[in-house]
């Protein structure tokens, strides 16, 4: 089946400085991909839509100058988490959807736990 | 705006019960759902996936069904085992698919 792979699965960087998560699709082509933002004992918030050579498209209230995605592959997308601070301490999962087969389902990274001190 | 709640929030059941978690969403005009698991500091595991114009979807001891129309879906677990506790959440795209929209998640404890 579809497989995305996240890393790191943890982070933990000093306050001011920036993160990179990656969000590989291993057997599929991803024109699409999702970022997700979970806080303890919450469900997922998604924070943009990461869309292959355009600009992604952000979430009402999500600051695209702080969270930076790029697209630039159809198996890569990266989000940038810049001059972190410990209120961006979170969980940050990425998904992409692959397409056809029996259903169009959203497959999940396992997750980046990023920690700012 | 999509909203997807899920009851109960919290489940505790002894092993071997049979248990039944509940979705539901606002907005019928969904392309799909989609039930997942969670272990905590963990991502997501895919269970089942529902097209819109399905009733319902099996895996092994896992039974989801869908009820579109009145904005409902279930999970029914049979014969609960202490491996499924986890946190199990529903989430349901828009009609283009494009949108993904989560329930809150229902915390599920098999007691050994």
């Known amino acids: 089946g579809a497989v995305v792979s996240q890393h790191p699965s943890r982070v933990i960087c000093k306050s001011g400085t920036s993160v990179k998560i990656e969000c590989r699709s291993l057997?599929?082509?991803?024109?699409?991909m999702f970022w997700y933002r979970q806080f303890p004992k919450k469900s997922l918030m998604l924070m943009a839509t990461?869309?292959?050579?355009?600009?992604?498209?952000?979430e009402q209230g999500v600051e695209k100058d702080k969270f930076l995605i790029n697209h630039a592959s159809l198996t890569l997308s990266t989000l940038t988490v810049t001059s972190a601070h410990p209120e961006d301490s979170s969980f940050y999962i990425c998904s992409a959807r692959a397409m056809g087969g029996q259903g169009d389902g959203y497959t999940f990274g396992s997750g980046t736990r990023l920690t700012v001190v | 705006k999509q909203e997807v709640t899920q009851i109960p929030a919290a489940l505790s059941v002894p092993e071997g019960e049979n248990l039944v978690l509940n979705c539901s969403f606002t907005?019928?005009?969904?392309?799909?759902l989609q039930w997942f698991r969670q272990d905590p500091g963990k991502g997501l595991t895919s269970l089942l996936l529902i097209q819109s114009s399905q009733r319902e979807q099996t895996s092994g001891r896992l039974n989801a069904s869908l009820d579109k129309s009145s904005g409902r879906s279930t999970l029914y677990i049979a014969a609960s085992q202490p491996g499924d506790s986890a946190t199990y959440l529903c989430?349901?795209?828009?009609?283009?698919?494009?949108?993904?929209?989560f329930g809150t998640g229902t915390s599920l404890t098999v007691i050994p």
């Open positions: 990461s869309n292959e050579g355009s600009k992604a498209t952000y």
């Open positions: 989430a349901v795209s828009s009609r283009t698919g494009n949108q993904f929209y």
């Open positions: 057997d599929f082509q991803a024109t699409t």
């Open positions: 907005d019928s005009a969904i392309y799909n």
